[in-house]
């Protein structure tokens, strides 16, 4: 794969700072409205795998933004997939999303019941693997619907 010219230099934040993301971060919080009971899904100030999935059971979809490059993931990461900076900030994504890929299951594997839909669901900047609730077509928009129970734990549930 060529190497991708980064759209912000090395070094250069892109203009972010702590004090604007937090700035943003009270305004959303504002906006919406009756307060969410927040629940800090993070081990040790990093959102985790286990983390991730309890948000999930919860019915919040969330995903972590680069501090440095502003690069967004649906799942949790150890660094950012762009540059490998380690400033990954907890952020919830968005409900509302595209799916950019998608199949039907018909030959399931042990302890899962076919058919089902399974695709990749573009949420803003970042892209999360989820079951589908109906055979929904490639660029089709979808939104959100919590937890899917599956035999490997929670999947995001998308239609
Ligand atoms: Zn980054």
């Keep these: 794969?060529?190497?991708?010219?980064?759209?912000?230099?090395?070094?250069?934040?892109?203009?972010?700072?702590?004090?604007?993301?937090?700035?943003?971060?009270?305004?959303?919080?504002?906006?919406?409205?009756?307060?969410?009971?927040?629940?800090?899904?993070?081990?040790?100030?990093?959102?985790?795998?286990?983390?991730?999935?309890?948000?999930?059971?919860?019915?919040?979809?969330?995903?972590?933004?680069?501090?440095?490059?502003?690069?967004?993931?649906?799942?949790?990461?150890?660094?950012?997939?762009?540059?490998g900076s380690r400033a990954l900030e907890t952020t919830e994504l968005p409900e509302e999303g595209a799916v950019y890929s998608a199949t039907r299951v018909e030959v399931a594997p042990e302890g899962f019941d076919a058919p089902y839909h399974v695709g990749v669901v573009t949420v803003g900047d970042g892209r999360v693997m989820a079951r589908l609730e109906n055979d929904a077509a490639v660029g089709e928009t979808v939104a959100f619907r919590g937890s899917a129970s599956t035999p490997e734990g929670p999947a995001p549930r998308f239609g």
């Design 1 to 83: 794969m060529p190497p991708v010219a980064p759209l912000v230099p090395r070094g250069n934040h892109g203009g972010r700072t702590r004090r604007r993301d937090d700035a943003v971060r009270r305004s959303r919080r504002d906006a919406t409205g009756p307060v969410r009971r927040r629940r800090d899904y993070r081990t040790d100030g990093r959102l985790t795998t286990a983390g991730w999935r309890a948000a999930l059971s919860d019915g919040r979809l969330l995903g972590q933004e680069c501090a440095d490059c502003g690069h967004v993931t649906a799942a949790p990461k150890a660094a950012c997939a762009r540059y």
